[in-house]
């Protein structure tokens, strides 16, 4: 069993910077491929970005591409999710979400993951 908790959510005004935290517990952290989606008011979630265990290989949805870095910290048994340049379109619940299978890559799809934290707010204003 994987227990995920977030941090790091709040209120920025568009083109500010927000840096989120997912501390995982349970688990060999580093063989977890580890994910962040997304879910904003009226729709469905959405993958944001994936890094895989050892290698770090990493992957992100066309939307956030040059603006937002996810990173480990497998010492810490930590994912980040560095955003920048937000804009109100970024505004959701964001959930990390961890994989136990060991890929080298991660992916995009929900149904894969098979442990989620609770979620953190971001809300970004115009």
């Known amino acids: 069993q994987v227990q995920l908790v977030e941090s790091g959510g709040g209120l920025v005004q568009a083109g500010g910077s927000l840096r989120l935290s997912c501390a995982a517990s349970?688990?060999?952290?580093?063989?977890?491929?580890m994910a962040w989606f997304r879910r904003a008011p009226g729709r469905e979630r959405e993958f944001v970005a994936g890094i895989s265990g050892r290698a770090g290989t990493t992957l992100y949805t066309d939307s956030v591409k040059g603006r937002f870095t996810i990173s480990r910290d497998n010492a810490k048994n930590t994912v980040y999710l560095q955003m920048n340049s937000l804009k109100p379109d970024d505004t959701a619940v964001y959930y990390c979400?961890?994989?136990?299978?060991?890929?080298?890559?991660?992916?995009?799809?929900?149904?894969?993951?098979?442990?989620w934290g609770q979620g953190t707010q971001v809300t970004v204003s115009s």
């Open positions: 349970g688990s060999t952290f580093s063989r977890l491929v």
């Open positions: 979400a961890a994989d136990e299978s060991a890929t080298y890559f991660p992916s995009q799809g929900s149904t894969v993951y098979d442990y």
